[in-house]
């Protein structure tokens, strides 16, 4: 398979499910790639996943480059997408560009997301003007929980629902590739992706979006505390209570001297 682009994910609109999924480190990236997904997500997410914040606000570029770069080094055929962190591209354009570009320049993204609606158009714009592709993010978008109120399905309301269908709308004539829709209704999803003439990648947006999008410890069912996973997301393994067992099945055998045997000597 050659390396996919933001181009040719943007093409496969109405013709192609988009599968994507977030990747934090070498070796799960290398496991997504191998699989086949499309576009690999290296999201903010990894405050909460990886290192234990409670949210994704505290997460920092120096954070964010070093997943991404791990990630890049893992892939050799998915589309890699770097995750703006919270305040690298809100204050202007030209913060955006410059920190994007980091991204592109030093860490090898593809492309990089930011969040939020019609009012980051000039930001959006202004990157993909300067060669960087832009991977949108409306709905619960999770660096305005503070302002949000927590996390709550978007767009019930008529006026809201129309704002995000607005949102996309100038998402798309700010340049973006595809946009990531999250948390809302799934008439909504279908009627945003309707209104669009990019890829719309629903996170639970209901089945009518042009791709999905899954956080891949909520997929594995790798969380360490074994949380139980968000009303849209369906968990194929249970790799976390399989990890523990393991780990138990270790310490019991070298507690009792059954590990490591001849076999495992030199």
């Known amino acids: 398979m050659s390396k996919w682009a933001s181009t040719r994910i943007k093409a496969m609109k109405g013709l192609q499910k988009i599968v994507c999924v977030t990747a934090y480190d070498y070796t799960m990236a290398r496991l997504v790639d191998q699989a086949g997904i499309h576009l690999v997500l290296v999201g903010d997410s990894l405050a909460t996943t990886m290192l234990g914040y409670a949210t994704t606000l505290p997460v920092t570029m120096e954070e964010m480059l070093h997943h991404t770069r791990a990630v890049v080094r893992g892939v050799k055929d998915a589309l890699v997408v ?32 930011v969040e939020g609606g019609g009012f ?37 309301k008529p006026e809201e629902a129309q704002r995000l269908i607005d949102d996309a709308v100038a998402l798309e004539k700010a340049g973006v590739f595809a946009i990531v829709l999250e948390c809302v209704p799934k008439t909504l999803g279908r009627d945003i992706t309707r209104a669009v003439g990019v890829p719309t990648i629903g996170i639970g947006a209901g089945p009518e979006c042009d791709g999905q999008i899954l956080v891949i410890h909520d997929l594995l069912g790798l969380n360490a505390d074994d949380a139980p996973p968000f009303t849209f997301v369906k968990r194929y393994a249970n790799l976390g209570a399989d990890a523990r067992k393991a780990l138990k099945k270790y310490r019991e055998d070298v507690e009792r001297g059954r590990f490591p045997t001849k076999a495992h000597s030199f």
Do not use: C, E, W
């Open 82 to 113: 770097a995750d703006m962190p919270f305040m690298s591209y809100h204050v202007s354009p030209s913060q955006a560009v410059k920190n994007a570009g980091v991204f592109i320049k030093s860490a090898g993204a593809d492309a990089v997301k």
């Open 120 to 156: 980051r158009a000039p930001a959006i714009r202004a990157l993909v003007q300067n060669g960087i592709p832009v991977l949108g993010h409306i709905g619960l978008t999770p660096q305005s929980i503070r302002s949000m109120g927590g996390y709550k399905v978007q767009g019930k």
